[in-house]
């Protein structure tokens, strides 16, 4: 079975452009789980503040319909330009700005005034709790010290061991009105194994199912097959993009704290200059992988046929 179709509907209509950061690389926790430990060997590392606003200037004269941003370290708080970054959000992209930060959470009281003093663009906050690194209480502590939590997640992290923690913070959390999700921790793509058979049946256990993504195939091109967030990441017998096209480059850009820049996680980095990031958005990519491994980018079109991409890039003008 061959893949004609596959993303988001609503990628295949409109013109977005995703922009991941990783703005730097410096984080003040030293979580033993951490999935960027090894980034952080290379510490104080971040993007400069002029290449910062050549970046932010050259995407918003693209004009997308929208500009999706997620915004990562290391820990994103100690970002010395993050005020820049902001400001640049607010008020240079041309079109609607969707824009997530996530955080450990520490250095948010003191830095929320940032978020508070966007007028055009709502940032949402989500906040990874480190049990091992801070407490229950100082969490608490935190939490009752933000102004804005509608604008807040509450990821809570579940280290083997803790539950009794992860349930206290579950209680204020829900006493509170904050949004939480309760996250496992893996290995290797499984679960932590020094967890118990009671810490295993208290992790959420639901796969989020939604019809906006799909697929189709050459044995039923017309069919439209729908399929879970966790399928497209992880599913290869199901889910295989090799040989496809994707949108990624044209609607995609990732750049880390030692400002190399890629189309997706899966393509090869490149040091950032101006030629080079026109040369990266001119234009979709093939795709280099047989599964998409960015959550935040799988969503974006991709397919067999040149003939079948998507209107915006078929007339597409080249930047």
Known sequence: MKMLKAGKESSWLHSELRIMLATNNICNFSCSYCVNARARMDKGRFISQKTLELFMHKIASLRKE?????????????YPHLDTLLDCCDKEMGGKVDAALSTNGFFLPKRQHLFN??????????IS????????????????????????????MLPPGMLDQVRRLQEFCEANEFKYVIHALTLNG?????YTEEEISFIP?????????????????????????VDAISNTELINYTGMHCSAGFSSICMNAEEKISCCFKSPRKDFSIEELENMLSGPTLCPSNRCA???LFALPKWLNPEDAPEYIKNRQMV
Do not use: W
């Open 66 to 78: 929208t500009y999706i941003f997620r915004i990562a370290g290391g820990e994103p708080l100690l």
């Open 117 to 126: 003093k966007m007028h055009n663009t709502t940032v949402g906050i989500v």
């Open 129 to 156: 709790t480190h049990l091992e690194q801070l407490s229950v209480d100082d969490y608490i502590n935190i939490l009752r010290r933000l102004d804005n939590k509608k604008n807040i997640k509450v990821k809570i």
């Open 190 to 194: 499984k679960l932590h194994p020094s």
């Open 205 to 229: 256990n639901k796969k989020s199912h939604s019809k906006s993504f799909f697929y189709s195939t050459t044995e039923a091109p017309e069919e439209t097959c729908f399929f879970s967030r």
């Open 294 to 296: 960015c959550p935040a």
